[in-house]
């Protein structure tokens, strides 16, 4: 019973002690979440996994590309451990590193490898952190960097002072929304097509464009609409609307804010009492918070329960496995990113973590 495995973790966790470290997400279910010593957004746990040298193991519970990061951020010493290696996300599994090739070299083919009067290189690719460790070693290793939800503007700007354009994968939604806020036009945000030659450009739209976008989307934020948004403005007079910035650009313009899943905890919990949200990001994060604030109302736009079904693998069943084996000695579940991809990948991890607003 949930009980019952409750009572196992706590154990496992109090004869561990400092040497492991349980690291959670925002999207984990409630079971799951109160055995993290610290949960946050994939940035804040990008850090987290550098802040605790000491323990031996982390235990990741979150989504593989998650764990690979905090492998290549911890000490060479500390293992990660995701307690069910079956927890992926379909976003990262829509650009792999053979089709982001054939466009990087069709790309240099269009735009040559030299830089322009500036120094700026004719592409700079950038990463968002839902990507293989492969794709971010692609990206180290030709000047590129990682993203996050929360700090993808920034990125882009760093990007755009050392390249005279970007190639952004894998999420089109976050890297649209967030290029249009800096005032990107429409037309120069082409969409790569790996099916199609130039992938379905023609050669003067690619001169023109400043961000290549990626096909990649999420599964779970494009489910939200306008019509949601309309129907939560016109059933709660007042509401406020906030959304992730992983939904489609209408649905973000429709908005009244978007951001990481951060970003969205701390509007909550900076606003009045008394506050309505309607919240644009997956259900049980949604649903912990209408639980911890009273005071508001809030819910989620979509009336249909959209969770990450993979974040949700993370079963507190897994968790109780990984913990007692570790108090066994034994480590199940290691997610170790090899070295030749490791070395580059923290290289554009690093760049991420020192890009300052
Ligand atoms: P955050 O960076 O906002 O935590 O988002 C991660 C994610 O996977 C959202 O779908
Ligand atoms: Fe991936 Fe979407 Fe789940 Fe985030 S919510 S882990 S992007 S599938």
Redesign the pocket.
């Known amino acids: 019973s949930q009980d019952e495995l409750h009572e196992r973790i706590e154990a496992a966790k109090a004869t561990l002690g400092d040497r492991v470290v349980v690291l959670g997400?925002f999207?984990q279910r409630d079971e799951v979440v109160r055995h993290a010593d610290f949960v946050g957004d994939s940035f804040q746990l990008a850090n987290a996994a550098k802040a605790k040298p000491e323990a031996e193991a982390i235990v990741f519970c979150?989504?593989h590309f998650m764990a690979e990061t905090a492998d290549m951020l911890s000490t060479p010493e500390q293992d990660v451990i995701l307690p069910n290696l079956a927890a992926g996300?379909?976003?990262?599994d829509m650009a792999d590193l053979d089709s982001v090739m054939e466009c990087w070299e069709q790309l240099e083919e269009v735009y040559g490898t030299e830089p322009d009067a500036d120094g700026r290189v004719p592409v700079i690719p950038v990463t968002y952190m839902?990507s293989s460790a492969a794709l971010k070693g692609f990206c180290g290793e030709r000047g590129g960097i990682v993203c996050t939800s929360s700090n993808a503007e920034t990125v882009l700007e760093w990007a755009f002072e050392r390249g005279q354009r970007v190639l952004f994968f894998p999420?089109q939604h976050l890297g649209r929304n967030t290029a249009k806020a800096m005032g990107v036009p429409l037309e120069q945000m082409p969409m790569w097509n790996p099916r199609k030659p130039l992938g379905g450009s023609t050669e003067d739209e690619l001169q023109d464009a400043r961000v290549i976008l990626w096909h990649g989307f999420?599964?779970?934020?494009k489910r939200f609409t306008v019509d949601q948004i309309e129907t939560a403005r016109a059933e709660h007079p007042g509401v406020q609307v906030i959304v992730h910035p992983?939904c489609p650009m209408p649905v973000v313009d429709a908005a009244d804010g978007y951001g990481s899943t951060d970003f969205i905890v701390k509007a909550i919990q900076a606003a009045p009492a008394g506050s309505s949200f309607a919240i644009g990001?997956?259900i049980n994060l949604v649903q912990r918070l209408a639980a911890e604030h009273p005071e508001h109302e809030i819910f989620c736009l979509d009336p249909v329960v959209c969770p990450?079904?993979?974040?949700y693998r993370i079963h507190p069943g897994y968790l109780a496995w990984v913990l007692e084996e570790l108090v066994e000695g034994r480590t199940v579940n290691p997610i170790t990113v090899p070295d030749e991809v490791a070395g580059h990948a923290r290289v554009a991890l690093e760049r991420m973590l020192a890009a300052k607003p």
């Open positions: 997400h999207y979150g989504v996300c379909s976003m990262a839902n999420d999420c599964s779970v934020h992983e990001t997956e990450c079904s993979t974040m």
